[in-house]
C-alpha cells in the first residue's frame, strides 16, 4: 500500500503530525523533516493554524523521545541492540554515538535534532546512561520546540517562493526550457563537428 505523507497530512491534520513526529522518535523510520516543511506549507495555505502546529509537531517529538528514553532506561541496551537491527540499530553505531554522548551529553540533546540518524538514538542512550529524566526533558522540550519551529518556516518560505515563481517565471519557462535545448543541442553539435574534423 502506497503512504502518501501529503495525503495524511489533509487527512489526520495536526493528529496525523503528532503521529508521525512521534513514532519516528521510537525508531520507526518516518520522514519527520518533510512532515514539518510540508506542514509548513500547509500553513501558508490556510490548512493549519501555526501554535497548533507547532505544539502537535513538538509534543509528538517529546512524547515520542520520552518512550525511547524509558526504554532505554528500563529495558537496557541488550534488548535495544537485538531489536534495533531492523531499523539499522546495530552495537557499534550506539559505541560510537554513546561515546559522543557521555563527552557532550547537553549539547548532543539540544543539537542533535537537526540530524537525522542521530536524532533517534539520543533518547535511548540517555536512558541507558540513566541521565536525570527532568534535564533530559527539559533539554528534549526546548530542543524539539525549536526543531519543529526551523523546518515549519522552512515550508512556509518554500511556499513563498514557489507562488513568486508561479507569478513571475511560470510563464517563461517554456520558452527558456527550448532555449536551454537549442544551446545544448548547438554546444554538442559543435564538439562532435571538431572531433570529426580531427580526424
Known amino acids: 500500500m502506497h503512504f502518501s505523507l501529503e495525503t495524511w497530512i489533509h487527512q489526520f491534520g495536526y493528529v496525523g503530525v503528532f503521529v508521525i513526529l512521534f513514532f519516528e522518535m521510537v525508531g520507526i523510520p518516518f520522514p519527520a523533516e518533510t512532515t514539518l516543511t510540508l506542514s509548513g506549507i500547509e500553513w501558508m495555505r490556510g490548512g493549519f493554524s501555526l501554535i497548533p502546529l507547532l505544539l502537535a509537531?513538538?509534543?509528538?517529538?517529546?512524547?515520542?523521545?520520552?518512550?525511547?528514553?524509558?526504554?532505554?532506561?528500563?529495558?537496557?541496551?541488550?534488548?535495544?541492540?537485538?531489536?534495533?537491527?531492523?531499523?539499522?540499530?546495530?552495537?557499534?553505531?550506539?559505541?560510537?554515538?554513546?561515546?559522543?554522548f557521555e563527552k557532550y551529553r547537553t549539547s548532543v540533546i539540544l543539537f542533535a535534532k537537526f540530524i537525522a540518524g542521530i536524532r533517534v538514538l539520543i533518547p535511548y542512550l540517555a536512558g541507558i546512561n540513566k541521565m536525570s529524566f527532568g534535564l533530559f526533558t527539559l533539554y528534549n522540550a526546548v530542543s524539539a520546540m525549536v526543531w519543529a519551529g526551523c523546518f515549519i518556516i522552512v515550508g512556509k518560505y518554500i511556499e513563498v517562493a514557489w507562488s513568486q515563481y508561479q507569478q513571475t517565471l511560470h510563464p517563461y519557462l517554456v520558452p527558456l526550457v527550448l532555449v536551454a535545448i537549442v544551446v545544448i543541442a548547438t554546444v554538442m553539435g559543435l564538439k562532435m563537428w571538431r572531433t570529426r574534423k580531427k580526424c
Do not use: M
Request: glycine share 16%.
Open 57 to 100: 509537531a513538538g509534543l509528538g517529538n517529546i512524547a515520542g523521545s520520552t518512550v525511547a528514553y524509558a526504554i532505554g532506561r528500563f529495558v537496557g541496551r541488550p534488548v535495544i541492540v537485538r531489536y534495533g537491527r531492523f531499523v539499522g540499530l546495530t552495537n557499534e553505531r550506539l559505541d560510537k554515538a554513546n561515546a559522543t
